[in-house]
Every structure is written in C-alpha cells, then in structure tokens.
C-alpha cells in the first residue's frame, strides 16, 4: 500500500467544517465535506498520523472496493474476489458493520452474514485456513456501506471509535463524549491564547481536551492500540516516526485551566483523569460550588461547560439555570462563557441574551452550544469605548 489513496473520516453532526480544517492543517489532500464525514488523501504515514491526531474524527476509513450490486449473488462475489489474505492474516479476528440505504437489501445483518461468508470461503481458497469472527474485540473491522446498488468495502483503521482517547479510567454521570468536547471547544474558538474554566467540570473531559488543544498534544497520544496494527502492511517504525514528529510539535501553554464542581467524588476522579493524561501541570481542579465563586483571574476568562440538563442529573431546572446566568453576570465579567444543554426550555431562565446559538447533538440529544459574553463594566460602557 504505497502512495496517496482515498480515505474517509466520520464525525459528529456539524464539526464537518471543523474536520476538514484539521485535516488540511494536517497536510491531507482534495478535502471533501460530506454529511458526517470529510473524504480526503494521504499515504500511509498519514493514515497514522490523523489517528493519532484528529480531535474531532470518529473513525477513519479505507475503501478497498467500490462496485455496483443487483443481487445477493453479486454481493458475496464481489466481496469474494477482493485478495483478503493480503490484507491480514488467517489468525486475526474480524468482524463487519453495514450500514445501508439499499434498493436490493432490507437487513444489515444479513449483508454482514453473507460478507463474513465471502470472505472466510475467500481464505479457505488461498490458505485453507479461516479467520475467527470476533463481534465484540477483532482485530480487524470491515465496514460495508450501501446506498441504493452502490457498495462500498472499507477498512475499519481505527478499530474502536477515536473518542476513546485512553486517558480517561474514571466517570461521572453523563460524561461528555471526547470528540464532542473537542468539537466544542473549537467551535468556541479555544486556542490557548487565554484562561481557561470548566465551572462543572464533572470527570474533566473539557479540561484534559482544552490543555491538548492549548499544547498541541496529539488527541490520541493516550491510545495503546489501532486495527491498523493488525494489517499485513502495519509499519510499526513508520508509526513510531509519526509519533515523535507529531510530539515534536507540541507548544508551551502560559495560562491556566481551571476545573470546579463541587461533588468530591467528580473532583478526585476529574483528577485521576488528568494525572492519567500527564497533564497536571497545566490543570487545577478545585472542589467549589460554581454559584459561590467569583472570576478566578484577572484577564480575559474562557468558559466552556456542560450543565445538568435535567436527564439524567435531577435539579429544579429553572432555579439552577436561572443561577447560572445570575453568577455570570455579577462575578464573571470578561468572560466569553459557553455552554451546551439539550434543554431548550432551561435556557429561557439563564436570563441573558447569548450571542450565538449552535446546533449540536450530545449523544441522541439534539442540544444547543450558546455563548454569552460578559463585558468588563456595562455593555454600553464597552460600545463607548470601542467607538472612541
């Protein structure tokens, strides 16, 4: 597998943009956007790289084979004739995801039934050998994504999904996913340039995800493994090059992250996160009650936060957010405050006027990212001076 080819990374809805940013950032070629995914080219090293680098990629895909199919007998010949033992060997396990919007076939189990059939028949042929089918852990994970007679067959490289960075070994209730802390926080425009708060901060994932984006540490840096380690054509010096180059690119961060919440037991674990992620020295997470604090620095603050929505967490709803928006408008002056909650309702009660409105999904949940901006003094006092 020399040379540039075809990949496709998925993503969460909306970070498209931000996506393929990072990847021009990165070096990838003819960046495409498409929905919930950014096509693009690399080589190989490249295919390491944006593992390993990505912050808001969920999986990054190879397509071996495209081709049109009419019946399930063209389905399993197609996949019969791709050489599977060139890819990996007999003694890795693997397993197959389908996902399908298809004119011939109605069940996606059956597609990955007769495609596992394809190819342990496949590896019969040439080795008289089979591979294991492993639903659970494989090595190896083959996707087939159908749309009308069209059939793509990719390479899975990731394995399990990117947000599972490998930092975090404790949780709260409701953790926020890595990949959509990430895309937040760049869509809030964190770059490490100011201070930084997460006044609930619950198991730390805002906090672990700013300090990478503020010291360039690569997102995954944490991870142990990959299915591309399991390919035929895994070159385990090449990875261990895009490593050290990507860490050499790492920056100084002089400014401070700062966690608060106030459960002891979201605080130690917030910490055992952060320990884990070797990134203590630029985190401090504290146990305070976020309606009992005031500014915590003197310059320009940026806040990002995921409050109880009401789901899974029981508050009174509009005494909570109804506190959120009061702490911020009497102790939190110049402070670009961000916040995501999929409940619309509790937004009415923040009582501040936010300055954008963003549409996201945590989870299942379709959510709103809001900022409010809170100005040094009165807003009017700023306009003045602006115009001066």
């Not at 050998?129 to 492993?134: A, C, G, K, S």
């Not at 953790?175 to 802390?181: F, G, Q, R, S, T």
């Not at 809001?370 to 807003?379: D, F, H, R, T, W």
Request: aromatic fraction near 10%.
């Amino acid at each position: 597998m020399s040379g540039n080819f075809k990949m496709l990374a998925k993503t969460l809805y909306g970070f498209e943009p931000i996506l393929a940013k990072e990847l021009r950032n990165l070096g990838a070629g003819n960046v495409e956007e498409g929905v919930r995914n950014v096509t693009f080219d690399g080589d190989t090293g490249f295919l390491y790289k944006a593992n390993l680098c990505l912050r808001t990629a969920l999986k990054i895909m190879k397509p071996i084979s495209r081709f049109r199919v009419f019946s399930e007998k063209e389905l399993y010949r197609q996949v019969y004739d791709i050489d599977w033992s060139d890819l990996f060997d007999h003694d890795k396990t693997f397993a197959i995801d389908t996902t399908m919007n298809s004119e011939v076939f109605n069940n996606s189990l059956f597609v990955s039934q007769r495609a596992k059939d394809a190819i342990v028949d496949k590896f019969r042929a040439t080795t008289r050998q089979r591979p294991n089918v492993n639903t659970h852990d494989p090595d190896i994970r083959i996707n087939i994504h159908l749309y009308k007679n069209s059939c793509t067959v990719s390479l899975d490289s990731s394995g399990t999904s990117l947000h599972q960075r490998g930092y975090r070994i404790s949780t709260n209730i409701a953790p926020i996913n890595e990949v959509l802390a990430a895309g937040l926080l760049l869509t809030s425009g964190w770059n490490g340039t100011t201070d930084f708060l997460d006044p609930m901060c619950g198991s730390g994932t805002f906090l672990i995800e700013a300090a990478m984006i503020a010291c360039n540490v690569p997102a995954n840096i944490n991870r142990s493994s990959y299915s591309f380690m399991h390919w035929n054509d895994f070159d385990d010096e090449l990875y261990e090059k895009i490593i050290a180059a990507s860490l050499n690119k790492t920056r100084e961060f002089h400014h401070k992250i700062i966690g608060y919440d106030k459960a002891p037991s979201a605080t130690r674990k917030a910490q055992e996160n952060v320990d884990n992620a070797n990134l203590s020295e630029y985190i401090t997470i504290e146990r305070k009650d976020f309606f009992r604090t005031e500014k915590p620095v003197d310059t320009k603050l940026h806040m990002v936060f995921n409050p109880p929505y009401g789901e899974r967490l029981q508050i009174d709803v509009e005494d909570f957010y109804a506190k959120i928006g009061n702490t911020l408008k009497q102790n939190y002056p110049g402070t670009n405050a961000w916040l995501i909650t999929s409940n619309l309702e509790a937004l009415k009660y923040v009582g501040l006027r936010p300055s954008r409105k963003i549409k996201a999904f945590n989870g299942k949940l379709e959510s709103r990212l809001v900022k409010y901006e809170m100005y040094e003094g009165s807003k009017k006092a700023k306009y003045k001076t602006d115009t001066q």
